[in-house]
Nanobody, 117 residues
Framework: QVQLVESGGGLAQPGGSLRLSCLAS????????MTWARQAPGKGLERVAT????????YYLNSVRGRFTISRDNAANTLYLQMNSLKPEDTALYLC??????????RGQGTQVTVSS
């Protein structure tokens, strides 16, 4: 069955960095666009970044463009999100999802990112 398991979240100071990983299984990872999305308390799910199967086309939320980088290793079935220059407003549950727009057909449980001094 399809599984998406995120890791790498935690507590970071403003201006700090974190790298999230999402290990995928149960499908041919390289055939699908993959998305990082986030949900802050009391808010809806927000698409942060998408990487298409060719590895070249990317989407970024305006507020993270230039700070976050999405990448993938198809041989390792892993999606990454490098997050630099973190801000308190980046605090959220980050999850990876299969596809490029809602409704995503599969999504992980998420990893919590908290940015605070």
């Amino acid at each position: 069955q399809v599984q998406l398991v995120e890791s790498g979240g935690g507590l970071a100071q403003p201006g700090g960095s974190l790298r999230l990983s999402c290990l995928a299984s149960g499908f041919t990872f390289g055939d699908y666009a993959m998305t990082w999305a986030r949900q802050a308390p009391g808010k809806g799910l927000e698409r942060v970044a998408t990487l298409y199967p060719d590895g070249g086309n990317r989407y970024y939320l305006n507020s993270v463009r230039g700070r976050f980088t999405i990448s993938r290793d198809n041989a390792a079935n892993t999606l990454y999100l490098q997050m630099n220059s973190l801000k308190p407003e980046d605090t959220a549950l980050y999850l990876c999802a299969r596809g490029y727009r809602t409704p995503y057909d599969y999504r992980g449980q998420g990893t919590q990112v908290t940015v605070s001094s």
